[in-house]
């Protein structure tokens, strides 16, 4: 299990410098590092994060959006009509609720369609691993550059420390 | 909105889709402004993702009652957050002009008030073109976030679609504001 202060270190040495999102259980423990370094601004709506991120962004920071992927539904015409048409790169980091098919009712369907979604709306995606973490935030850091548009690190129950262990 | 564009230099502008993008484009077009052609409901966000990554500068968001309805949740955000930097100047005629004129509910939902329950610290609701350059002075003066409420009339001319391309908007805003 990678530890939360790792994982926020990693994305800040890859020059995270803006931190926004809408909680999930998943993403406890990274959130709690994230408050702790008083460097996550709370959002009310996942779109609402994505466009506030677009606006850091372009006032020259790298942006990171922390949801549960049920957030993916709520920020479609966000990331669409404001990411993805004008060029405006995001790191999204991304809960995977209902993987599997072992959740609550409420995540199984997105849970199962999660990745063919963001196939069909051209968000390059990757799930993090604790063997590959290295070069899965490398991909993260190479892929924003380049193509300058959203990009999803999909983050799997138990991969890294949560609030209850 | 003319008379606003004569009062900023070099502030960033961000400019909610419709006709405010259209038609400040078509009043003043400068670098300094991000036009918006979707998702609308976000003007405010993305400003106040500029405001708080540029605290120093004062920046200005266009928008208009149908996109703060649908983006009001940014308004607790704003409130929560107080930006000093951030003036919300709402365009309020009341109806969705780009699409036929369909009734809104700021008729009746008083945006300005919605943002002062919200946190906003300075909020104004005008109708003439004097108090309105009275108040955006002021407000250029004072600590934020600030919510001036213009009451308009409807549109009766198309100012004509934003004929800028995306990345090009991103591009020179970026350069501008840097």
């Not at chain 2, 009043?27 to 409901?41: E, L, N, V, W």
Request: one cysteine or more.
């Amino acid at each position: 299990m990678i530890e939360s202060d790792a994982f926020v270190q990693a994305l800040q040495d890859i020059g995270v410098d803006f931190f926004t999102g809408v909680p999930d259980s998943i993403l406890g423990g990274i959130i709690a590092e994230l408050m702790e370094r008083r460097l996550y601004t709370p959002a009310v709506r996942e779109d609402e994060a994505v466009a506030m991120a677009a606006g850091a962004y372009m006032a020259g920071k790298i942006p990171a959006v922390l949801m549960q992927n049920s957030g993916l539904g709520t920020s479609l015409n966000t990331l669409i009509s404001l990411n993805y048409i004008y060029r405006q790169p995001c790191i999204l980091i991304v809960s995977w609720r209902g993987q599997g098919g072992k959740d609550a009712p409420e995540h199984l369907v997105m849970g199962e369609v999660m990745e063919p979604f963001l196939d069909t709306m051209k968000i390059p995606h990757r799930t993090l691993t604790e063997k590959t973490a290295v070069e899965d935030l490398r991909w993260l850091a190479e892929t924003f550059m380049k193509q300058r548009i959203p990009v999803a690190l999909l983050i799997t129950k138990g991969v890294v420390k949560g609030l209850h262990p | 909105m003319a008379a606003l564009l004569e009062l900023l230099t070099d502030q960033p502008v961000i400019i909610c889709n419709g006709f405010p993008s259209r038609e400040a484009q078509k009043i003043a077009d400068r670098p300094t402004h991000f036009y918006m052609i979707g998702s609308m409901g976000s003007a405010a966000a993305i400003g106040l993702g500029v405001a708080l990554a540029k605290p120093k500068k004062h920046v200005v968001i266009f928008d208009g009652d149908g996109n703060v309805l649908m983006g009001m949740g940014t308004l607790a955000t704003i409130g929560a957050l107080k930006p000093k930097n951030f003036i919300h100047v709402v365009f309020d005629n009341e109806v969705y002009g780009t699409t036929g004129n369909q009734p809104t509910i700021s008729n009746v939902v008083q945006l300005e008030k919605v943002a002062k329950a919200a946190g906003y610290v300075n909020v104004e609701r005008v109708r003439e073109r004097e108090d309105l350059v009275y108040e955006f002075k002021d407000m250029l003066k004072k600590d934020g976030p600030s919510m001036l409420l213009v009451k308009v009339n409807e549109m009766v001319e198309d100012a004509g679609r934003v004929m800028l391309d995306p990345p090009d908007i991103t591009k020179r805003f970026m350069q501008a504001i840097e």
